[in-house]
């Protein structure tokens, strides 16, 4: 069985690789539009970077729900149908060379954006726009299993995932058109 502090720990490790992920997007965006110093490193490790954001985001919505035991909610399935075929897309990329990868990842994490959005202000207390679609068998979309830094939760880290990866399939894109 597993233990909770084993739960915890990794939820705050999350935590603080959120917020840093969420500065790498921020800065990737800030030199997409300045000076653009970052394009040798993107053009070279971004499709791997992408690769392994994605990898990484599968893997741990899997350990938390097959290992750790949390039942994911609709929502959560709706996230995860938008970021796991990114891992297959952009794995086939790298082996092959594939330089149109940017458009398909950003189309399905743009809507995985947008999910992991809603479903976060519906943890933080807004209202449903929307029924979360498994209310009634088991999973509620409003329930929180990790609240770390009195604002991240499972929703914000995926959305904070997903916002990475727009962030270098556009840079990814550009570079690539600009060749």
Not at 24 to 51: C, E, H, N, Q, S
Not at 77 to 105: C, D, H, K, S
Request: contains cysteine; proline residues 3%.
């Amino acid at each position: 069985m597993i233990r909770v502090e084993t739960i915890e720990t990794l939820n705050g490790i999350l935590a603080y690789a959120g917020v840093a992920a969420l500065v790498v997007t921020a800065l990737l965006i800030i030199d997409m539009r300045g000076k653009r110093a970052l394009a040798p490193y993107i053009v070279k490790w971004g499709l791997l970077a992408t690769f392994v954001v994605a990898l990484a985001g599968t893997v741990l919505s899997l350990v938390y729900s097959d290992v750790f035991g949390l039942v994911p909610c609709g929502l959560c399935w709706f996230e995860r149908i938008m970021l796991y075929p990114q891992v297959l897309l952009v794995g086939t990329a790298l082996i092959v060379r594939e330089r149109t990868i940017p458009r398909y990842g950003i189309v399905l994490s743009t809507v995985g954006l947008v999910i992991s959005l809603y479903h976060h202000y519906i943890q933080m207390g807004g209202g449903e726009f929307v029924r979360c679609p498994a209310a009634g068998v088991g999973a509620d979309c409003a329930k929180r299993f990790m609240f770390e830094l009195g604002f991240i939760t499972f929703p914000l880290l995926g959305a904070i995932s997903f916002a990475l990866l727009i962030a270098l399939y556009v840079y990814l894109r550009r570079e690539y058109a600009r060749s």
